[in-house]
């Protein structure tokens, strides 16, 4: 069955720090990936998402994420992150059928 | 474009009473998906519709849960005689048409947490 890996439940980091979020997932066939970020009492809104073509994917407010097929692993990356970002973060990921498969989530909390 | 509403945002229950959550998609969406959300879980897939059509309900359970996408109005989300351990949130997403057609992603609502006594 298919399955979506986030290791991290919680990561907290000062602002200006780097992020990286890990994802992974289990399933052999083609995948569309997908980073949804859900801010404190809001609904789900869409990051960034992978269908196919360039690997690193870039999405809104800075993020990118990288596939990595080899190691079935779609990491969500920041260069520098700011207090609005504190937020929960969900990997995504569509196979065959239609629907999403999602990840536990990650709690971003970042300290000003 | 409203998005994806869903009411009511909140709702509480006590044990054994019925509970129905809506869905109202996108303009122009005619797919929508029902995910629960538990307490320190991610989004569970419970049912996906489109128009007077049941087409996934994997993700339901057995009983007391159904859902419905009436040719006029919202999608409702049907829960009797809720129990303590229904207490979550449920989102209800949209899509233009399927996902595996294409780039099509998920627009998600708000979502409706139900609390039951």
């Known amino acids: 069955a298919q399955s979506v890996s986030q290791h991290n439940h919680h990561v907290i980091l000062s602002e200006a720090a780097s992020l990286e979020l890990g994802c992974n997932y289990s399933?052999?066939?083609?995948?569309?990936l997908f980073w949804y970020v859900q801010y404190p009492g809001q609904h789900l809104q869409l990051l960034l998402k992978y269908f196919s073509g360039d690997p690193l994917v870039k999405g809104i407010k800075g993020f990118e994420a990288e596939f990595i097929k080899s190691k079935f692993s779609f990491n969500l990356r920041k260069p520098s992150v700011q207090w609005s970002d504190t937020a929960e973060y969900f990997c995504?990921?569509?196979?065959?059928?239609?629907?999403?498969?999602f990840g536990t989530g990650t709690r971003l909390t970042v300290i000003p | 474009n409203a998005g994806v509403m869903q009411n009511p945002r909140h709702l509480v229950r006590r044990r054994g009473q019925e509970a129905r959550l809506r869905c109202s998609p996108m303009?122009?969406?005619?797919?929508v998906y029902w995910y629960r959300q538990l307490p320190e879980e991610g989004l569970k897939f419970m049912v996906y519709?489109?128009?007077?059509?049941?087409?996934?309900e994997s993700g339901m359970p057995k009983e007391r849960f159904s859902a419905e996408f009436p040719k006029e109005g919202p999608s409702i989300l049907r829960i009797q005689q809720v129990v303590r351990g229904d207490s979550a949130a449920y989102f209800c997403?949209?899509?233009?048409?399927?996902?595996?057609?294409?780039?099509?992603?998920?627009?998600f609502g708000a979502g409706s947490r139900l609390t039951v006594l």
């Open positions: 995504a990921v569509r196979t065959g059928a239609n629907n999403l498969f």
């Open positions: 519709l489109q128009k007077e059509n049941i087409i996934d």
């Open positions: 303009k122009g969406h005619s797919h």
């Open positions: 399933y052999g066939g083609t995948v569309n």
């Open positions: 997403a949209s899509s233009p048409t399927t996902l595996s057609s294409g780039a099509n992603v998920l627009t």
